[in-house]
């Protein structure tokens, strides 16, 4: 009794495995402006936001977030910017001593 090779079954499950990703057609939101003329005869135009395919070779990866501060980096101030600010005082002057007699 010799026995035939069965055929291989193929199913859904196969592409799963084989890693082989569908094509998902890639779009982006873009703004356009479209003119046109209306009831009245008026020349219109409107921004509208329309779908637009994107190739593959023009998707760009996500941005990379820019590395913060530390707040020890923040600017100290010099001797002369802290005695300056001490001279001109905390208080705002009264109006009286702006409209006083010189």
Known sequence: LEEEPAEPVSGGMDE?????APKVKKTKKVLVEKSFMDDKGYFVTQSVWEDQE?????????????PTKAPDSAPRKTAKAVSAAKKKGG???SMMSFFGKK
């Open 54 to 66: 994107v190739p593959d070779d023009e998707v760009a990866p996500a941005p990379v977030p820019k």
């Open 16 to 20: 799963f495995l084989s890693g082989a």
């Open 91 to 93: 208080k705002q002057g």
